[in-house]
């Protein structure tokens, strides 16, 4: 007895209401963006320069007393959060403590920090020092780390684009493209409105959700492109349908793999990469949406070339099939 | 039908036994660490019992690769510092001063008396009383200037001379500036690898970034602000004549020269001229030692260049006092006795000898010819990286025999193959990231995860293409090879996009985004091979075996 996340030989109409589906992503997109507008993200140190002290107490954190410590050295802007993890020790409490740039262009002087840890230690006995970790950003790398980030998502944007329109033709990199930036622009979207951390570690999340979803859409496109050959007098929405469902098994099987692995991290990997392991765990579900509910949507928006009697430089590509005659 | 060669089954498998055989040093981690360092140990001449020991504690014969652990894993301090490359204009300029003068001085008559101007710092000003000498003095400056070398071979001098009224303005020439970076970025680079090296911590990364920033890992250490007083900020001796000594802590100097305080009279101000007769770039060496009173002090001995320099101006100026200053403090003022034509000679001063030893150690590593800014700075505690390990152990292990259990659940007897082929992808990825010494860092854990889950696509292409080419019914062997041959290009295409992302991750990224970067492309090119050739070749060598007449995927 196999397990089965899909029944076989399934026939869903994935494009009964595939305008519907389209104008859904479409407002959600709109409000992600709208959300980003609005609130704006929580930028970590890496993109807005400042520090961040990660304290751990045996002592209960008090973020209060902390605070009030902290209120002598005059460091302007300060935000302390305690944080939890299911495998800290009972007397393991630990808190993340963020300074914002200080004056010039450089990272916090060793000096200050010994000053806070001091003042820290005064207020709370139970403080270990030295800090479990130190990070302090510059503003002007922080600045240059924004652009290397944006010039980094563009890129494999378009790097990708290009990828598939030479393997398939422009409709599909169209659909493929947009299937991506609904991705991207909804996890942003998802840590503008929750307001999680957005640091480097999220572009590198971003990134990956990138490659993830685009394996799930090249791989329907791939079927889409096969089956476009074999019914060829079929409309276009049936055809994709067909694509869809024969591919349907697989993108469960892949998508629920993956889900597993990343859940696993998720509750075992420790609080430092929670943010990460979120932001792919959301892109893993957004792309599996978006491969079927936008990238093939727009494909059918768009419609693609189905005159096959003209003899077509796309049409014997390096995996065409040669079957003997039966 | 189902066939591959006897040649591509060997290639195959080799192929694995070399990955795991390359990954394996990495399951014994502490006893390979142990014997790489006392290998490297004995190397540098240590060569003691307990090194012979520990290196004995692995056989010679075994690879010894091991993936670095990166600094969220191992604990450590991370610095990005950028040289202050314009440091070094003023300094050259300043330079050239005194070359200007000796070079406009037999002129006087055309051009009467010159006389240095305030100027910026890649510049110098220099005034004449006659203007229209200025053709003639602007000849014998631009006779000055040297060609230098740029990548382009086109020939550029390092001074560009032009007259504004009576003012002769000698600029410092781009071309000259790009070259006097690069010089300083690279001299930088070198100094601070030689200072962290006399420390001797283990595995350091100092890596040049962009034009003009270094970037420096040290595993280990305490903190980074343990980590900037190894490098030490400046460090800069140069030799100056003396102009005068006095207490007033705001006398002006005068143009082309400067104030500087005493290192150890306070309240003592010397003036001497801002040209320095020789550097501390020109010294090659630099041992503690004892005065002739027994008290501590540093030899030093010049270079050839520097050696003439010192010898020349030792010879023409005896009777006359000389600086010795170090960071911009005198240490000390000796009157030059006579003429030191060897290049050597000794600093004397009130150090004790841990400060003598100190300035020897600076001195020999030469000094920093411009100082650094701090962009970035990161320590991360030895205590959070094990507990990084251990979570990113356990959540992986968990990650693993969840897909295992899932994907035989879900394909039975070939879910067990696919199993197997993972369990060698994950080995292969050891393997590779040993044998290029990747990094392995709390993302690239992340990374490792996300393949395990990923790394099963393949085949799962592979197995619902088999199972749809089973209701054809054209036969097993037939199934298994079209479900090979159809779902490749949807492979290699999935493959190859992600694969370009996890490239442009790796190019742009830095630190841990970028070990990310490198476990998700290793993983791709792994599990691509053990899904297309592993996989296949254990299913094929089991139908031969068996010969079915139906299978069940």
């Given at each position: 007895m196999r397990l089965r996340l899909v029944k076989q030989n399934t026939n869903f109409d994935?494009?009964?209401?595939w305008k519907l589906w389209l104008g859904i992503s479409g407002l959600m997109m709109v409000v992600a963006f709208v959300s980003f507008l609005l609130q704006g993200l929580n930028y970590g140190i890496d993109f807005r320069g400042g520090t961040t002290i990660r304290t751990e107490s045996t002592q209960p954190v008090d973020i209060g007393v902390y605070r009030e410590a902290l209120a002598a050295l005059e460091l302007g802007d300060i935000s302390i959060t305690e944080v939890f993890d299911p495998q800290f020790e009972a007397d393991q409490n630990v808190a993340m403590i963020r300074i914002e740039a200080q004056e010039g262009g450089e990272a916090v002087e060793g000096q200050l920090i010994s000053d806070i840890g001091a003042a820290l230690q005064a207020a709370d006995p139970g403080l270990k020092l030295p800090f479990a970790s130190v990070e302090s950003v510059g503003p002007k790398v922080s600045g240059e780390l924004i652009q290397t980030a944006v010039i980094a998502v563009v890129l494999a944007i378009g790097a990708v684009l290009i990828y598939i329109w030479l393997r398939f033709e422009w409709q599909f990199a169209a659909g493929a493209v947009l299937a991506l930036v609904h991705d991207v622009i909804l996890t942003i979207g998802v840590f503008s409105e929750l307001q999680i951390r957005f640091d480097l570690a999220i572009i590198a999340a971003l990134l990956t959700i990138v490659g993830y979803s685009l394996n799930d859409t090249v791989v329907v496109f791939d079927r889409v492109r096969e089956n476009l050959r074999k019914y060829k007098k079929r409309p276009l929405n049936e055809v994709l349908n067909i694509s869809i469902n024969e591919t349907l098994s697989r993108t469960f099987m892949t998508s629920v793999t993956t889900l597993l692995a990343l859940i696993a991290l998720f509750v075992l990997g420790g609080d430092v990469i929670r943010g990460f392991v979120f932001a792919m765990i959301w892109g893993v579900i957004v792309g599996t949406y978006s491969s079927i509910f936008v990238a093939s949507a727009a494909l059918l928006y768009l419609g693609?070339?189905?005159?096959?009697?003209k003899p077509d430089a796309n049409s014997g590509n390096q995996y065409a099939n040669i079957d003997p005659k039966p | 039908m189902l066939q591959i060669d006897l040649w591509k089954r060997i290639t195959i498998l080799l192929t694995c036994v070399a990955g795991l055989w390359l990954a394996m040093p990495n399951l014994f981690y502490t006893t390979v660490e142990q014997h790489n360092d006392a290998v490297q140990a004995i190397e540098l001449g240590a060569d003691t019992p307990e090194n012979n020991a520990l290196r004995a504690q692995w056989p010679e014969w075994m690879p010894s690769g091991l993936v670095n652990l990166g600094l969220d894993l191992r604990g450590g301090a991370h610095l990005l510092a950028e040289v202050r490359v314009a440091d070094v204009y003023a300094n050259r300029m300043e330079s050239y001063w005194p070359e200007i003068r000796d070079a406009l001085r037999p002129e006087r008559e055309t051009i009467g008396t010159i006389r240095l101007q305030p100027s910026p710092s890649d510049e110098v000003h220099v005034r004449i009383?006659?203007?229209?000498?200025m053709p003639r003095a602007l000849e014998i400056v631009r006779g000055l200037a040297r060609p230098i070398q740029t990548i382009t071979g086109v020939g550029a001098n390092d001074i560009e001379v032009r007259a504004e009224g009576d003012l002769l303005i000698v600029t410092m020439s781009e071309a000259e500036k790009l070259a006097s970076d690069e010089r300083t970025v690279q001299q930088s680079l070198e100094i601070i690898r030689r200072r962290i090296d006399e420390v001797g911590t283990r595995e350091p990364t100092i890596q040049r970034q962009g034009s003009d920033r270094i970037l420096i890992q040290v595993p280990g250490i305490g903190s980074a602000a343990e980590l900037k007083d190894i490098i030490g900020t400046t460090a800069q001796l140069t030799f100056n004549p003396v102009v005068s000594r006095g207490?007033?802590?705001?006398?002006?100097?005068?143009?082309?020269n400067k104030l500087v305080p005493s290192l150890d009279e306070p309240g003592t101000y010397y003036t001497i001229e801002a040209a320095a007769v020789v550097t501390g770039e020109e010294l090659v060496d630099a041992q503690p030692a004892f005065d002739q009173n027994g008290r501590p002090a540093v030899n030093f001995r010049f270079n050839t260049t520097g050696a003439r320099k010192f010898g020349d101006y030792t010879a023409e100026n005896i009777g006359s006092p000389f600086a010795i200053v170090l960071d911009n403090e005198v240490v000390s003022a000796p009157t030059i006795q006579s003429h030191i034509p060897g290049g050597s000679g000794i600093i004397t001063g009130r150090f004790t000898v841990e400060e003598s030893t100190n300035l020897a150690i600076l001195l020999r590593a030469g000094a920093l010819p411009a100082g650094l800014d701090f962009l970035e700075e990161r320590t991360i505690g030895p205590e959070l990286g094990q507990d990084s390990i251990d979570a990113g152990k356990i959540a992986t292990i968990v990650a693993f025999l969840g897909v295992l259990v899932f994907m035989f659940l879900s394909y039975g007897m070939f879910g067990l193959f696919a199993n197997v082929a993972l369990i060698i992808n994950i080995g292969l990825i050891f393997g590779l990231l040993s044998m290029i010494g990747g990094t392995l860092t709390l993302p690239g854990i992340a990374g490792i995860v996300l393949t395990v889950g990923m790394a099963v696509d393949a085949n799962v292409l592979v197995f619902e293409r088999i199972r749809e080419e089973l209701k054809t019914s054209k036969g097993p062997a037939r199934a298994i090879e079209l479900g090979y041959e159809k779902a490749l290009s949807a492979i290699l295409d999935a493959n190859i996009t992600t694969f370009i992302t996890a490239v442009i991750l790796f190019a742009m990224g830095s630190g841990p985004v970028r070990g990310f970067a490198i476990t998700l492309g290793l993983g791709i090119l792994t599990s691509v091979f053990t899904a297309i050739f592993v996989t296949r070749l254990m299913i094929v060598i089991w139908f031969e075996r068996k010969r079915p007449k139906k299978i069940e995927v």
């Open positions: 994935f494009f009964k209401r693609v070339k189905r005159d096959w009697s | 009383s006659q203007p229209e000498g207490s007033d802590a705001n006398a002006s100097p005068g143009l082309g």
